[in-house]
């Protein structure tokens, strides 16, 4: 069961990478980009924030669903850089009926193989197996 729900979500969604420029003044740690797209499912988990700069280490910290501002932490104060992010966009944005149908696939899927066993016994037992 777990496989096929895996595998509708990963059909679900695709993977993006925004790049932009981020400054820092003096004493300051933190920045903010706002994300071309909004996350799938607003799932944060699957974020990876990576620096042009070596000496950064940046470290989410929010994501805002409405402005799709991502904020985050551990810059280099007083410098510039190029951030990179990566996350999961939701593929199938344009077709809310195929988008509809997936999000129910793994409640038909298991409906079918909880059946299947009373099915499969009424058979044997009906002789029409």
């Known amino acids: 069961m777990l496989p096929v729900s895996e595998a509708i979500d990963d059909y679900r969604q695709m993977q993006r990478t925004d790049t ?12 903010n980009v706002t994300l071309f797209s909004a996350i799938y499912n607003d799932d944060t988990s699957a974020i990876t924030i990576t ?11 929010s994501y805002n669903t409405t402005t799709r501002l991502l904020a985050f932490s551990g810059l280099t104060a007083n410098a510039t850089r190029v951030i990179t992010v990566v996350y999961f966009i939701d593929a199938l944005s344009a077709s809310a009926a195929v988008n509809t149908f997936l999000g129910w696939l793994p409640y038909i899927w298991l409906l079918v193989v909880v059946a299947f066993i009373p099915a499969a016994l009424f058979a044997i037992f009906t002789n029409r197996a």
Request: without cysteine; glycine residues 8%.
């Open 51 to 61: 620096s042009g700069l070596s000496t950064d280490v940046p470290l989410f910290s």
């Open 20 to 31: 932009n420029t981020v400054d820092t003044a003096v004493a300051v740690t933190t920045g």
